[in-house]
């Protein structure tokens, strides 16, 4: 791997938010992933490159650890805000699409969860892909989609979920947003997710990636 996106994943593994963040001590004085993603877009690294190669491989990386017992929430919460921080550069290049809007999409992460790294990507290649993008945020329960659908009558609906219990809370969100609204599409995504989960609880379509949703929004005539 190309040394610059190295030194940006372990940046993000390791919660260097940037070169005046003085965690963690042995990194004291580094550049952080603030720094290094801008130097990256610098050199003429994609941005697509960085996002895949380096900021979503740390995330995965202090997840594993997270598994193990090698590493706690406070260090997943400070890997967020390096990611974050990352993010900050690379995304005007996903969203500086097409200015005439396709349609809209609501999205959000479900009732109960507060992981919104996923669903701000999934939010940033699709609003890159000409749609509106609505993020309603983390932890969103059926009425906040209730409320949006009623603003936004033709929308798309997105919900993330990177939880094995707040799976329930989609199921929950997904079959009363059907029942008062069985035209609106609904898709999910996230980790925990699967095509077998997504056609149980009534949802349109499950897409592993950003990607994938943007190309089935495609598919949607609004
Ligand atoms: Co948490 N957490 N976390 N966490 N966290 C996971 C998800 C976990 C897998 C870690 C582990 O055990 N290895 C585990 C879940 C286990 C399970 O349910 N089976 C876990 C846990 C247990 C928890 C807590 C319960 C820990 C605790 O308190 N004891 C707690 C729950 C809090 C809550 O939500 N109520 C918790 C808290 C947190 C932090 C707040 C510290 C932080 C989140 C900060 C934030 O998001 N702002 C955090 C983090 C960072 C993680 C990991 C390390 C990284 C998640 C992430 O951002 N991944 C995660 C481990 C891991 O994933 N390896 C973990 C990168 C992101 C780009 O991927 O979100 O999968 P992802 O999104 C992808 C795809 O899934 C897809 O596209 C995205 C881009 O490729 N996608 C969609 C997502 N949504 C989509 C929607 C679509 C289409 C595609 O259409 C609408």
Redesign the pocket.
Known sequence: MNELLQQLSVAVESGKINKASPFPPSMKGMDGADELCQQALEVGIKAETILNDAL?TG??R???K??EGKAY?PE??I??KAMTAAMKHIKPYFTSGEIKRKGTIV?GTVH????????N??AMTIEGAGWEVIDLGVDVNSEKFINAIEKYPDCVI???A????TMANMESTVKELKSKYPNNKV??????LSMDFCQKIGADFY????Q??AEYLKTIVC
């Open positions: 979503i995330m995965a202090i997840g594993q997270f598994s929430v997943m919460l890997a967020a999205i109960g969860d507060l992981h919104d790294i996923g669903k990507i999934v997105g919900m993330s990177l939880l094995t219990t898709i999910v995504g996230g980790a925990p897409s592993p990636s950003p994938g949703a």
